[in-house]
């Protein structure tokens, strides 16, 4: 779905959301990149989720739509598990929205989910259909709190480590290895050469071809398109860019209309729209940290 199919109008402007964040200390940073409080006081708000990793979410305040690729859409609810997108999709909720919640690492998807992140791209679940009931009862705790002003960031970072801690089961030592080759891989370039990791990697063509689509939810070949998308959209989101830095991303894709194409699809901005003026929350999405694999 591109930006101009989203239902409703305009994107909310950046400047109405409140956006704090917490980063994980300790054992957690294997699973989690970053802990977030979101909050905006707008009676209906529009966004674009960019590609980009799975989410442990609660909403005390707002309810919201995903809308989907097949041209449906997810309801939200108060504790929620946003699955890794394949694509940037649309978001509509009707506000006030406030959110507390993790973005997890591939590696934090796989260990608190065990799901194929291919079959279940692009969704928002109710959590509690997923994972141990025991989120169901800690999340609506941290909902009320929240909405009595007892609860905030702290406290949400605190239960929500400790339930992922608990709940978290590591991959098969292979397939772990592969997951850091695959980081690896992707650090090496703009655009690694896909024979690379083939090479790199421990397990024959096809189950690599088969392991990326279950931990990463996409083709190596959409892997790298994915990310060299949203790293272009990261470096291009800050005003400080150099000219080398920018004639490398420029290098990396075929054309500057390919760019803006590849841009739209992968983060839901096109890079006129990066530049334009503050967008907190996109540029914590897509900043850097979030693009490793493994820490």
């Not at 989910?113 to 079959?119: D, Q, R, S, V, W």
């Not at 969704?123 to 994972?131: E, F, H, M, Q, S």
């Not at 860019?241 to 500057?256: G, N, P, T, V």
Request: charged letters at 25%; aromatic letters at 8%.
């Amino acid at each position: 779905m591109k930006k101009d199919d989203m239902p409703g109008g305009e994107l909310t402007p950046p400047n109405r959301f409140r956006i704090d964040y917490s980063e994980p200390e300790g054992e957690i940073a294997q699973f989690v990149t970053v802990f977030y409080h979101f909050r905006c006081d707008d009676p209906l708000v529009r966004d674009i989720q960019p590609a980009a990793i799975g989410h442990l979410s609660l909403f005390p305040r707002g309810q919201g739509r995903l809308f989907r690729p097949d041209g449906g859409f997810d309801r939200s609810h108060e504790v929620n598990l946003l699955t890794p997108l394949a694509c940037a999709l649309p978001i509509e909720v009707d506000g006030p929205f406030h959110a507390l919640g993790a973005a997890l690492s591939p590696l934090g998807w796989a260990a608190l989910t065990g799901l194929n992140a291919a079959e279940h791209a692009n969704r928002l679940y109710k959590a509690a259909d997923w994972l141990d009931p025991e989120i169901e009862e800690t999340g609506a705790r941290l909902c009320a709190a929240y909405r009595d002003d007892e609860a905030g960031l702290p406290d949400a970072v605190r239960d929500l480590s400790a339930f992922i801690l608990s709940h978290a089961r590591l991959p098969r030592p292979r397939h772990l290895q592969l997951m850091a080759d695959v980081g690896q891989w992707l650090a090496g370039s703009m655009l690694p050469d896909v024979e690379d990791l083939y090479t790199a990697s421990s397990f024959s063509r096809r189950q690599t071809q088969r392991l990326v689509q279950q931990y990463f939810g996409v083709s190596p070949v959409t892997l790298r398109r994915k990310y060299r998308a949203l790293r272009a959209a990261a470096a291009l989101s800050k005003p400080e860019l150099s000219s080398e830095k920018e004639a490398e991303i420029y290098d990396a894709f075929y054309d500057q209309p390919h760019m803006i194409h590849e841009i739209s699809e992968f983060v839901g901005r096109t890079p006129a729209r990066l530049s334009d003026g503050a967008a907190p929350y996109l540029e914590e999405l897509i900043d850097g940290k979030n693009l490793r694999e493994l820490r």
